[in-house]
């Protein structure tokens, strides 16, 4: 049910230092970016220049709050990449199968991700040690 890598998601202590480098180091532009309360972060997706943003994008999240996920992670292991994101044609299905399979989910329903898209996560002690997320995009046809 995986259909692409959607994104690689990289915690950032400062949203706007951190574009600038993968700017000026990587030559990286900035898709999108939008505030996320209900998963506490500020974030951005970058891609390579003159790539339409259906490719897999990198993912920099900044925390809004110390008591976040991404405030957490970067009190607890540093700056860094902090999650693997599968894209998925329905995340409900894929998040069943896998529950079936006996991983656990973090979230009973699909909540809210980037440009609305849906996503839950598998729990990292699940999937090797990596915090796996499932993204269903919108159905709107935008990319990111
Ligand atoms: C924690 N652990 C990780 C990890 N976070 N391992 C790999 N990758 C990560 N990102 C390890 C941690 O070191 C512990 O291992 C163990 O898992 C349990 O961690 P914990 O400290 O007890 O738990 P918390 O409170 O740090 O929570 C971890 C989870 C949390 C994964 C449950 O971060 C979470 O709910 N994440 C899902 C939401 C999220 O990440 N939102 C931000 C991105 P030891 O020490 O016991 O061995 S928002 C987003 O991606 C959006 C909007 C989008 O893509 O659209």
Do not use: W
């Not at 329903?109 to 996503?119: C, I, L, M, Q, W």
């Amino acid at each position: 049910f995986v259909t692409a890598i959607d994104h690689v998601g990289i915690a950032v202590p400062d949203l706007d230092a951190a574009i600038e480098f993968h700017r000026a180091h990587f030559g990286l532009e900035v898709a999108h970016e939008e505030v996320n309360e209900e998963q506490g972060v500020r974030e951005a997706m970058l891609r390579a220049p003159g790539t339409a943003g259906t490719e897999t994008q990198i993912q920099l999240l900044a925390p809004l709050r110390e008591d976040s996920a991404i405030g957490k992670f970067l009190a607890k292991s540093g700056p860094g990449l902090q999650q693997l994101a599968y894209r998925v044609s329905d995340v409900d299905a894929a998040a069943a199968a896998l529950r079936e399979q006996g991983l656990r989910l973090l979230y009973e329903e699909a909540k809210r991700g980037t440009s609305n898209s849906r996503v839950n996560f598998v729990h990292p002690k699940d999937a090797g040690g990596v915090l796996v997320e499932l993204v269903e995009p919108a159905k709107d046809g935008a990319p990111h």
